[in-house]
């Protein structure tokens, strides 16, 4: 049977503005698709709960892909490996509590499992700010990052949505929005953004899932996100927090959202 141009593309438009109009209004919306946002969007998705994950550049899976220094192996601790497991990626011992895992084979895993998941993934979409009601965040502002990386002068979009995840890693970008809109309202020590500290990956591997919370009504915080936020050191390449951090903050708002229902 011979194949038409206009059909491919008819089902390419089709399909792309449906998985749009369904997910106009979610239970959950995540920025960054990071580790931390990719095993948040998992746990959510696989809880029945409705999840878009947002990311600004094409490729998923933020800092996981380069390993250390463009080495491309990661190393887990013993504490996460129940993570690894649910998700098939393979690992080894490399000595008492260090596990090594193939970056790329950690990032192609989590993604493929949130998505069968049911998590909705939207790339090369940047979020430029949230919706506000007034005192809680109830959305967020879209944008194609082209426009974005082009300096073009477009109107973004809005989706709606019970809590947004700040999962942009180092950046932060959910939370400074909401910092510069509201200042010193942050569930932070001082009210607002701490800053990354220096580098202790012990304690910012603790720090990673005590920080993982809800800073601002409706908006919680993961992954390194959430130590930016609270002044907690960075870690470096191991990921075991990245891990459990995603998978807090899914308990977390399925915990909030089955109170409501
Ligand atoms: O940085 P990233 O991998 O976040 P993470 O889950 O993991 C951190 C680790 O990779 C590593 C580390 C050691 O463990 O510290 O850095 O905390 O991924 C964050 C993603 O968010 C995207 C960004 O492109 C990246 O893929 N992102 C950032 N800002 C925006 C965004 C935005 N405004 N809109 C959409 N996506």
Same mark, same amino acid.
């Given at each position: 049977?011979?194949?038409?141009?206009?059909?491919?593309?008819? %089902?390419?438009?089709?399909?792309?503005?449906? +998985?749009?109009?369904?997910?106009?209004?979610?239970?959950?919306?995540?920025?960054?698709?990071?580790?931390?946002?990719?095993?948040?969007?998992?746990?959510? !998705?696989?809880?029945?709960?409705?999840?878009?994950?947002?990311?600004? +550049?094409?490729? $998923?899976?933020?800092?996981?892909?380069?390993?250390?220094?463009?080495?491309?192996?990661?190393?887990?601790?013993?504490? !996460?490996?129940? $993570?690894?497991?649910?998700?098939?990626?393979?690992?080894?011992?490399?000595?008492?509590?260090?596990?090594?895992?193939?970056?790329?084979? &950690?990032?192609?895993?989590?993604?493929?499992? &949130?998505?069968?998941?049911?998590?909705?993934?939207?790339?090369?979409?940047?979020?430029?700010?949230?919706? =506000?009601?007034?005192?809680?965040?109830?959305?967020?502002?879209?944008?194609?990052?082209?426009?974005?990386?082009?300096?073009?002068?477009?109107?973004?979009?809005?989706?709606?949505?019970?809590?947004?995840?700040?999962?942009?890693?180092?950046?932060?970008?959910?939370? @400074?929005?909401?910092?510069? +809109?509201?200042?010193? @309202?942050?569930?932070?020590?001082?009210?607002?953004?701490?800053?990354?500290? &220096? =580098?202790?990956?012990?304690?910012?591997?603790?720090?990673?899932?005590?920080?993982?919370?809800?800073?601002?009504?409706?908006?919680?915080?993961?992954?390194?996100? &959430?130590?930016?936020?609270?002044?907690?050191?960075?870690?470096?390449? $191991?990921?075991?927090?990245?891990?459990?951090?995603?998978? +807090?903050? %899914?308990?977390?708002?399925?915990?909030?959202?089955?109170?409501?229902?």
């Amino acid at each position: 049977m011979a194949l038409d141009e206009i059909v491919i593309t008819r %089902a390419i438009i089709d399909r792309y503005y449906q +998985k749009l109009t369904d997910n106009l209004e979610t239970d959950v919306a995540i920025v960054g698709a990071g580790p931390s946002g990719l095993v948040a969007g998992y746990y959510l !998705a696989g809880a029945g709960k409705k999840v878009a994950l947002y990311e600004r +550049k094409l490729t $998923i899976g933020g800092g996981m892909w380069g390993g250390g220094m463009l080495f491309n192996e990661i190393v887990v601790q013993s504490e !996460a490996l129940p $993570i690894l497991e649910e998700f098939g990626i393979r690992y080894r011992q490399y000595q008492e509590n260090y596990y090594t895992a193939d970056g790329v084979e &950690a990032v192609a895993s989590l993604t493929a499992g &949130a998505l069968r998941a049911g998590l909705t993934v939207f790339n090369c979409v940047t979020v430029e700010d949230v919706m =506000m009601r007034p005192e809680s965040v109830e959305g967020l502002v879209i944008n194609w990052s082209p426009v974005e990386m082009a300096g073009l002068h477009v109107d973004p979009l809005t989706v709606r949505a019970g809590f947004v995840i700040d999962a942009t890693g180092h950046d932060t970008d959910i939370v @400074k929005v909401v910092e510069n +809109k509201t200042p010193g @309202k942050l569930n932070t020590s001082t009210g607002g953004i701490l800053g990354q500290k &220096a =580098m202790w990956a012990d304690r910012a591997e603790t720090d990673t899932t005590e920080n993982t919370k809800e800073i601002f009504p409706g908006l919680y915080v993961a992954g390194m996100a &959430a130590n930016a936020s609270a002044g907690g050191p960075r870690m470096g390449p $191991i990921f075991g927090g990245m891990l459990l951090s995603g998978q +807090k903050v %899914a308990r977390e708002i399925i915990r909030r959202l089955e109170q409501t229902s």
